[in-house]
T-cell receptor, first 111, second 112 residues
Framework: GENVEQHPSTLSVQEGDSAVIKCTYS??????FPWYKQELGKRPQLIID?????GEKKDQRIAVTLNKTAKHFSLHITETQPEDSAVYFC??????????FGAGTILRVKS | DAGVTQSPTHLIKTRGQQVTLRCSPK?????VSWYQQALGQGPQFIFQ???????QRGNFPDRFSGHQFPNYSSELNVNALLLGDSALYLC???????????FGNGTRLTVT
């Protein structure tokens, strides 16, 4: 079945620096790739998503890139702020919104 | 506009017991999915309901069952609870089977 690997498992950056989280998926039929942010004790919240017909998408300080050939996609956060500290999950789907999630990345932004 | 609401927030059960978790989707959403999130892991897909029928299912045993009501709300039932069923159970709703998921705050189930 589909498998999604996510790296790194933890990431510490200085406030103002950029953060990059990478994911690799196994099923070439996957066509939808969302990213979720989950703060401690709270619900996962969708922060950005991309479909397979697009290579890059930006929303203010957040961007996602997709390389279909290599089957990997990445989340880029620029000018990080303390409130960006959370667990970030990537996911992939080939059948509607049945998502396969990565194991998560704990992002710590040090002020 | 209320988002996805789940009840109860926390639950403690004993091995072998049965549990029912409830979910009300966001207004305007008709599709409900359930996910299990073990501590320190990403959510795992259990199943999805649309038009009161189970449409897709993940790799979970038959002990996990569900239901969707005409008002689109949903229940997740787990029978013969095991210690390994301890997790955060997340409900997510969407406008249809292909739209982004909106998650609820989850139900924290502890099996002792």
């Amino acid at each position: 079945g589909e498998n999604v690997e996510q790296h790194p498992s933890t990431l510490s950056v200085q406030e103002g620096d950029s953060a990059v989280i990478k994911c690799t998926y196994s099923d070439s039929a996957s066509n939808y790739f969302p990213w979720y942010k989950q703060e401690l004790g709270k619900r996962p919240q969708l922060i950005i998503d991309i479909r397979s017909n697009v290579g890059e998408k930006k929303d203010q300080r957040i961007a996602v890139t997709l390389n279909k050939t290599a089957k990997h996609f990445s989340l880029h956060i620029t000018e990080t702020q303390p409130e960006d500290s959370a667990v970030y999950f990537c996911a992939a789907s080939k059948r509607g919104n049945k998502l396969v999630f990565g194991a998560g990345t704990i992002l710590r932004v040090k002020s | 506009d209320a988002g996805v609401t789940q009840s109860p927030t926390h639950l403690i059960k004993t091995r072998g017991q049965q549990v029912t978790l409830r979910c009300s989707p966001k207004s305007g959403h008709d599709t409900v999915s359930w996910y299990q999130q073990a501590l320190g892991q990403g959510p795992q897909f259990i199943f999805q309901y649309y038009e009161e029928e189970e449409r897709q299912r993940g790799n979970f045993p038959d002990r996990f069952s569900g239901h969707q009501f005409p008002n689109y709300s949903s229940e997740l039932n787990v029978n013969a609870l095991l210690l390994g069923d301890s997790a955060l159970y997340l409900c997510a709703s969407s406008q249809d089977r292909f739209s982004p998921l909106h998650f609820g705050n989850g139900t924290r189930l502890t099996v002792t």
